[in-house]
């Protein structure tokens, strides 16, 4: 009787804790001004609206992970007065959640407590969950900026699970589970 009790009560401290940790990474996004801009790479679209977010924010650095090849890139953020010294590429990532994975500790190094996520309206509910996932396990807070697409309806929440559950994995063992993939197709 009593270990059907416990059994109980395990699901509800661990949804608990989950509100608990989202709660208080969104009173740290409110409370931090954002010392950079992270754009998801995966659509041209992201980066053009990248740059004009960074001409309104001409102090902070833009991170972009896995965008478009370097010298389109580099071409983009020149023609919108973006010096080449604000630009951080990186191509490390194969998706999503590699793209927080492999810039996080980058993000810790150099100090940066808070950002400004970039990614399409579509996608930026994953985004979100990976986000509270991997730039959370440092202490990083993000506040999403949005990027209209002509795709009026987000991803399947499943969908934003399996990558959750993939960052749950990152931060255990410093895994992403990208490379099964890979070696399964």
Do not use: C
Not at 2 to 11: E, Q
Not at 14 to 22: G, K, N, P, S, Y
Not at 60 to 89: M, T
Not at 97 to 120: H, M
Request: no cysteine; hydrophobic share 45%; charged share 25%.
């Amino acid at each position: 009787m009593r270990s059907r009790r416990a059994f109980r009560v395990w699901p509800l401290l661990i949804l608990a804790l989950a509100l608990f940790w989202v709660g208080q990474s969104q009173v740290k996004a409110h409370l931090r001004e954002p010392e950079a801009i992270l754009v998801l790479g995966g659509s041209t679209t992201r980066e053009h609206f990248a740059a004009e977010f960074a001409q309104e924010h001409p102090d902070l650095e833009i991170w972009v992970s896995s965008g478009s090849n370097p010298e389109y890139a580099e071409w983009l953020f020149q023609e919108a007065a973006i010096g080449r010294d604000r630009l951080r590429l990186d191509y490390q990532a194969v998706d999503t959640v590699t793209n927080f994975t492999t810039l996080v500790d980058d993000l810790e190094a150099a100090g940066i407590r808070s950002v400004y996520l970039i990614t399409s309206d579509y996608h930026m509910r994953r985004a979100v969950i990976i986000g509270q996932i991997v730039l959370g396990s440092r202490d990083i807070a993000f506040k999403p900026v949005v990027v209209p697409s002509n795709d009026p309806d987000p991803e399947p929440l499943l969908r934003g699970m399996r990558d959750g559950a993939r960052a749950l994995f990152w931060v255990f063992t410093g895994r992403t589970g990208s490379s099964l993939r890979q070696s399964v197709s």
